[in-house]
């Protein structure tokens, strides 16, 4: 007991570290799927595609050290829309190729599935043959400084920075959806997308900027993900992607602010399902808190409003 | 002046025709009612000029440009705006960004305007103003009716579609909307309803179509179908 109570605030720490960069990644699958209702599987590889683009524009840059003052910056935005835009224009064209033509035939949504399933290998394996098979490793943009200690837990440079962005973010798209025209636009056609029609919406461009807006979040996970734990791979995005799709889930998809809040508890799970087993044990915990979720409570923690606000 | 004119429109669900060729038209100012039973045809007739439903043959022209395949958002564009059937407001919206979304379709230089569409709304029904803040999801049904109409006017339509607005309202709600639709015209919008409660409709019309199974079997001034014995036995309920 008492070896637990140790954990507990690294377990916070990290759970809350983990959990943003899910949180961002939930946010791709609950934005598509409000207004397609359809889970785009392919997302994964947008968040993949996302930390390559970051990585080779620190190579591009000839970063092999890790920056200092102001430069360090100056680096993190570059890196930063490098990857929102590898990601989103990725996410855009995965919509115009693999799901458009689909929706304009009146497909089933198994074909979307497959379709999806389809895209993910392609650019897994485009990945794969350019770029190998093995983790390629990034510089050290930002150096794991310990700013204070709580307890156990250390409350480290890069951590503080993976949450404070995606914090940031998480606001800025909260406040588009919520506050402009265009997020009008983004809810209209999730609510009621004929009645979004008669009001002149023109649903496609909505589509594309949904895929685009969640493509971005995934571009700033993957950034965030590469500096935090510095590695990517052609299959990078598989499990962070099944990572983020859980927490959208246990949000209750389609929600916006359910997405948060499930990277969010998702993360925490996570880690003190680990503390409290073993390390290794992090994924079997996540996934079985998505059976679970499936089984008994599908529409999420927040879910239902969105059935709510239908009727 | 003729604003609408649809020519022998044929519309399919499928293999099972709505529309068996039906030609209706409306001028300029003048409010127009498409009376007639459940299942009749009207508010395909409605999805269809909005655009929400494909054209199997027949053409649909609007103020003189053929918008027969044209694609739905840019119709209101145009100048053609409808309050869709039942409760076709946005449930999760306030009633300010649903009526936000009425104006989704006028230009940034317009906005001087839409101020005072706003106002406009909320002097017709002042009862949106009271609530300018709750979601509309939560609202009665008239309320909410009064808001998709106050909604599509805030595209400044030209010309005003309603499907069924007395729907599942109490009788004075009924006569209240109905009053609304007669000021919303004379102050200078053309009006095409559709309508079950026929004698509602038909008091305020011009003009009136009857249709039945997918075709037009009468049109006429909306005074002689009401005068009309066997339309009053058939749709008014005598």
Not at chain 1, 246 to 258: E, Q, S
Not at chain 1, 270 to 289: K, L, R
Not at chain 2, 164 to 187: C, T, Y
Request: glycine letters at 10%; aromatic letters at 8%.
């Amino acid at each position: 007991m008492h070896n637990f109570l140790v954990q507990v605030p690294p377990s916070i720490i990290d759970g809350i570290t983990t959990g943003a960069i899910y949180a961002l990644m939930a946010l791709g699958y609950t934005l598509v799927y409000g207004v397609l209702r359809l889970i785009n599987f392919a997302h994964s590889e947008v968040f993949m595609v996302g930390t390559f683009a970051s990585l080779f524009t620190l190579h591009a840059l000839g970063i092999t050290k890790t920056p200092t003052g102001l430069a360090i910056v100056g680096v993190f935005l570059i890196i930063t829309i490098a990857a929102m835009a590898g990601s989103s224009i990725t996410a855009v064209l995965v919509e115009r190729i693999a799901y458009r033509p689909l929706r304009k035939r009146n497909s089933s949504s198994l074909a979307n599935l497959i379709s999806a399933i389809g895209v993910s290998f392609f650019l897994q394996e485009v990945y794969a043959l350019r770029y190998g098979r093995d983790l390629i490793p990034f510089p050290r943009i930002l150096n794991k400084t310990v700013l204070f200690r709580i307890g156990e837990g250390e409350i480290r440079l890069d951590k503080v920075v993976v949450v404070v962005v995606a914090l940031v973010m998480m606001f800025v798209l909260d406040r588009f959806v919520n506050g402009t025209r265009l997020g009008r636009g983004i809810r209209a056609v999730a609510q009621d997308s004929s009645t979004a029609v008669l009001m002149g919406v023109n649903i496609d461009r909505i589509v594309t900027l949904t895929f685009l807006l969640g493509g971005a979040m995934a571009g700033v996970a993957a950034m965030l993900y590469g500096m935090f734990y510095e590695v990517t791979q052609y299959n990078i995005g598989f499990v962070i992607g099944i990572k983020g799709f859980t927490a959208a889930v246990l949000g209750g998809i389609g929600n916006i602010r359910g997405a948060l809040l499930g990277g969010f508890v998702l993360g925490l799970v996570e880690t003190f399902g680990g503390a409290i087993f073993h390390a290794q044990w992090v994924d079997v915990v996540s996934f079985s808190v998505l059976v679970l979720v499936l089984l008994f409570r599908p529409t999420g923690i927040l879910g239902e409003s969105l059935q709510r606000a239908k009727a | 002046m003729q604003l609408l004119e649809i020519k022998d429109l044929e519309v399919f669900y499928g293999k099972i025709q709505a529309l068996r060729g039906i030609s209706v038209s409306v001028n300029s100012g003048e409010i127009v009612s498409l009376i007639g039973a459940n299942g009749a045809g009207k508010t395909t007739t409605l999805k269809t000029i909005s655009g929400l439903r494909k054209v199997h043959s027949g053409s649909i022209t609007f103020k003189g440009e053929d918008i027969t395949n044209m694609v739905g958002h840019k119709r209101v564009h145009l100048g053609l705006c409808q309050a869709p059937e039942g409760r076709g407001v946005f449930p999760g919206m306030t009633v300010v960004e649903n009526l936000e979304m009425g104006a989704y379709s006028r230009k940034k230089s317009e906005s001087g305007k839409v101020k005072e569409d706003f106002d406009r709304v909320f002097d017709l029904f002042p009862r949106l103003n009271e609530r300018r803040k709750q979601i509309a999801g939560t609202m009665s049904g008239g309320e909410q009716q009064m808001l998709a109409i106050g909604r599509a006017l805030m595209s400044s339509p030209e010309l005003l579609l309603l499907d069924e607005p007395s729907m599942g309202l109490a009788p004075m709600l009924v006569s209240q909307i109905f009053d609304i639709i007669q000021e919303i015209n004379r102050q200078g919008t053309t009006i095409l309803v559709v309508e079950q409660n026929a004698t509602k409709a038909l008091s305020i019309s011009n003009r009136a179509y009857v249709l039945e199974t997918g075709s037009v079997t009468r049109s006429a001034d909306a005074k002689e179908l009401l005068d009309d014995d066997s339309i009053r036995k058939a749709y008014l309920g005598e």
